[in-house]
């Protein structure tokens, strides 16, 4: 025969009943007490009663105020370490230029004195003058 015979049951058909939901166990706690802030602020606070219709929506304007002033804050707060980080490097940048700044100054204060500088146009044939300089006087009429 046929393995798809219907074969007469005398189980009764199933009725329309309520379902027992069966009792879920909850994990045991660890007997160690250990201190944990999660445990205080679940202790101590009821959030849970402020989601039980859904979200509040009339704290909605109050958290996006929050989230931006926060965010501003830390692009400020990253934008004002990156200035001072500039600073730090122009600084190091101005003190280095105003040494090369000192020591050449001070070169060519050097090289600008009457002694270096007869020195220098010495080998061009040009000779220090021994004689004091003298006042050429032109007559008013003349000029």
Not at 34 to 54: C, P, R, W
């Amino acid at each position: 025969m046929a393995s798809n015979v219907l074969i007469k049951q005398n189980t009764p058909p199933k009725a329309n009943s309520a379902r027992v939901k069966p009792k879920v166990e909850q994990p045991k706690k660890p007997s160690g007490r250990k201190f944990s802030i999660f445990k205080l602020l679940d202790k101590y606070t009821n959030v849970d009663a402020l989601f039980e219709e859904g979200v509040p929506l009339k704290y909605l304007p109050y958290i996006l105020f929050t989230t931006l002033i926060t965010l501003f804050y830390i692009g400020n707060t990253h934008f004002a370490e990156k200035t001072i980080r500039r600073i730090d490097k122009i600084k190091v940048e101005t003190e280095d230029l105003r040494a090369d700044y000192t020591t050449l100054k001070s070169d060519y204060m050097e090289a600008s004195k009457q002694s270096e500088v007869a020195r220098n146009v010495e080998p061009l044939g040009l000779v220090e003058s021994s004689s004091p300089p003298y006042q050429v006087i032109v007559p008013a009429d003349e000029y």
